[in-house]
């Protein structure tokens, strides 16, 4: 049997990149589909750009194998692990789902009333489980 435990304390670098095109045909299949390179319906010039930040972040682990002698020269193992990780950012929280659509005639003009999308920072935390199962041989 052995066991580890870790943990890590110190900046998390969160990055958030937000780009996009819309192509369309405004989804009446007339015409050539328009191209419009500043953004999307939830990519627009309101949020659009790449940011950056730092935050405290703890960062543990912690880890238990066992193993069982078959024979002298086999043994069979088994081991758990898991990891948690504060503050991180997912991509999908980071998609702002209110949507100003007073420009979507001009994309991509600034739209008139709130400045919607806008961009704040969403941190969620992180878990991850291990499982391993094995044989070990010794010569």
Known sequence: ??????????????TVEI????????????????SYPGGGYFATPTNIGKRTRQVFAVVPE??????????????????????????????PQQINR???????NLPPAVPSGP???????KSSDFWAQGLNVGLAFRF
Do not use: C, H
């Not at 780009?19 to 328009?34: A, C, H, K, W, Y």
């Not at 912690?62 to 997912?90: C, E, K, N, Q």
């Not at 400045?115 to 920072?121: D, G, I, L």
């Open 1 to 14: 049997m052995s066991g580890t435990a870790k943990v890590a304390l110190g900046a998390m670098v969160q």
């Open 19 to 34: 780009e996009g095109i819309l192509l369309t045909n405004d989804f009446n299949n007339f015409g050539s589909p328009q």
């Open 62 to 91: 912690a880890g238990l194998t066992l193993g069982y002698r078959l024979t002298p020269w086999m043994s069979i193992v088994a081991g758990y692990t898991f990891l948690y990780a504060s503050d991180v950012v997912r991509a």
């Open 98 to 104: 209110n949507v100003n659509y007073s420009s979507f």
């Open 115 to 121: 400045q919607e999308p806008t961009f704040r920072f």
